[in-house]
């Protein structure tokens, strides 16, 4: 079997811009690139239900959200499969599975799972299936023997957690699942986005994001009230990029060409950085030159999320053939893992020869 490709997100609300640059702009990239055998794209709905358990609604009503973002990105159903995680039951099987081979202890370890439960106050009432969220991951991941997980750095620990069960399991059973590597951003700013507030990460609850449907002026507005550097208060002062939001932002998205379009005073960001950091540049007019970088760049996923907003009704239906299609797959690897596991009972011919010969003797 070639490479593989899988990668998802959860149904929690749109997509924003920590998204698109972590691994949304990449999985456009590779599946356009074509060196991939099979590219899975898909809402993670089930983990989402493990801290929305009393808001299915709130998963519901985004998982058009998520493909209208998937689809105006520039992904493309023809070259890559959309499905919905739920839709495929082999997950949760082979999830309960790979339970048995690992550990409590070595899900607390996991530095993901101690950030999550923090961010959400789970300390003190952990739901078990949001604890388990690693082993369910896995079982995403090697249910379709993924060979590649384009994702951020954050998410090195759980792929670790992956890596281990798939080779515990193989090691137990016998070599049926594909140990995954991680596909960072080649973009090292890109590997963790901070939100507009200058906090560590972009994230939907905090509500310092900038989404991918946000309209123009939804964006200047958010842009215009951005985290830059406190200690820059007068326009000759020398200012800092370091941890400055906007310069942030700017590594991740400026081309050399925003700069001759937008502010050709300067060829590239490091000349602007060089300049700013001596002091006579103000915050606004870097603002200004990130909305243009950022509108340019929004513009035609904008245009295309209108084109796919005027047939919802066709959105089911690409999801609807893509979890069909991700379902065959994983019915095709659980079939491995039951014959491995030796609990394939009805198709087992020589058990079925054994068990008569024992009781004909008796």
Same mark, same amino acid.
């Given at each position: 079997?070639?490479?593989?490709?899988?990668?998802?997100?959860?149904?929690?609300?749109?997509?924003?811009?920590?998204?698109?640059?972590?691994?949304?702009?990449?999985?456009?990239?590779?599946?356009?690139?074509?060196?991939?055998?099979? /590219?899975?794209?898909? /809402?993670?709905?089930?983990?989402?239900?493990?801290?929305?358990?009393?808001?299915?609604?709130?998963?519901?009503?985004?998982?058009?959200?998520?493909? &209208?973002?998937?689809?105006?990105?520039?992904?493309?159903?023809?070259?890559?499969?959309?499905?919905?995680?739920?839709?495929?039951?082999?997950?949760?099987?082979?999830?309960?599975?790979?339970?048995?081979?690992?550990?409590?202890?070595?899900?607390?370890?996991?530095?993901?799972? *101690?950030?999550?439960?923090?961010?959400?106050?789970?300390?003190?009432?952990?739901?078990?299936?949001?604890?388990?969220?690693?082993?369910?991951?896995?079982?995403?991941?090697?249910?379709?023997? @993924?060979?590649?997980? $384009?994702?951020?750095?954050?998410?090195? $620990?759980?792929?670790?957690?992956?890596?281990?069960? @798939?080779?515990?399991?193989?090691?137990?059973?016998?070599?049926?699942?594909?140990?995954?590597?991680?596909?960072?951003?080649?973009?090292?700013?890109?590997?963790?986005?901070?939100?507009?507030?200058?906090?560590?990460? /972009?994230?939907?609850?905090?509500?310092?994001?900038? !989404?991918?449907?946000?309209?123009?002026?939804?964006?200047?507005?958010?842009?215009?009230?951005?985290?830059?550097? $406190?200690?820059?208060?007068?326009?000759?002062?020398?200012?800092?990029?370091?941890?400055? @939001?906007?310069?942030?932002?700017?590594?991740?998205?400026?081309?050399?060409?925003?700069?001759?379009?937008?502010?050709?005073?300067?060829?590239? &960001?490091?000349?602007?950085?060089?300049?700013?950091?001596?002091?006579?540049?103000?915050?606004?007019?870097?603002?200004?030159?990130?909305?243009?970088?950022?509108? *340019?760049?929004?513009? $035609?996923?904008?245009?295309?999320?209108?084109? !796919?907003?005027?047939?919802?009704?066709?959105?089911?239906?690409?999801?609807?053939?893509?979890?069909?299609?991700?379902?065959?797959?994983?019915?095709?690897?659980?079939?491995?893992?039951?014959?491995?596991?030796?609990?394939?009972?009805?198709?087992?011919?020589?058990?079925?020869?054994?068990?008569?010969?024992?009781?004909?003797?008796?």
């Amino acid at each position: 079997m070639g490479k593989i490709i899988l990668t998802g997100d959860r149904p929690t609300g749109k997509l924003h811009l920590g998204h698109y640059v972590g691994s949304l702009r990449r999985r456009v990239q590779l599946q356009n690139a074509g060196d991939y055998e099979r /590219m899975f794209v898909f /809402m993670a709905d089930v983990q989402a239900l493990t801290d929305n358990a009393d808001n299915p609604e709130k998963i519901r009503q985004n998982i058009v959200e998520v493909a &209208l973002d998937y689809l105006s990105a520039g992904l493309d159903p023809q070259r890559c499969t959309l499905y919905i995680q739920s839709q495929i039951p082999e997950l949760a099987e082979l999830t309960t599975y790979l339970m048995n081979l690992i550990s409590v202890s070595r899900v607390q370890r996991n530095p993901t799972v *101690k950030t999550e439960i923090k961010m959400r106050n789970f300390e003190a009432n952990i739901p078990l299936g949001f604890f388990c969220y690693p082993v369910s991951q896995a079982a995403d991941i090697t249910a379709f023997k @993924a060979t590649t997980v $384009p994702a951020g750095e954050d998410q090195e $620990p759980m792929l670790e957690v992956t890596r281990e069960l @798939a080779r515990r399991f193989n090691q137990t059973y016998g070599e049926v699942l594909v140990e995954p590597n991680i596909l960072l951003p080649e973009n090292a700013t890109a590997r963790r986005l901070p939100g507009t507030d200058g906090k560590e990460k /972009m994230s939907k609850s905090l509500g310092n994001c900038i !989404y991918l449907s946000d309209d123009a002026d939804t964006v200047w507005q958010k842009v215009r009230s951005m985290y830059t550097d $406190p200690t820059h208060v007068n326009l000759s002062d020398p200012g800092h990029v370091e941890g400055n @939001a906007v310069f942030t932002y700017l590594d991740a998205f400026s081309t050399d060409a925003d700069f001759a379009e937008f502010w050709p005073e300067f060829k590239t &960001l490091d000349e602007l950085k060089a300049a700013y950091t001596a002091g006579g540049i103000g915050d606004m007019k870097c603002k200004k030159l990130l909305n243009s970088v950022i509108n *340019k760049m929004l513009d $035609p996923i904008r245009e295309r999320r209108h084109v !796919y907003e005027q047939d919802i009704p066709e959105i089911f239906n690409i999801l609807k053939k893509g979890s069909e299609s991700a379902r065959e797959m994983a019915a095709k690897t659980m079939d491995e893992v039951r014959t491995a596991m030796r609990i394939n009972y009805f198709e087992d011919t020589e058990l079925i020869r054994q068990q008569s010969e024992k009781y004909k003797k008796d």
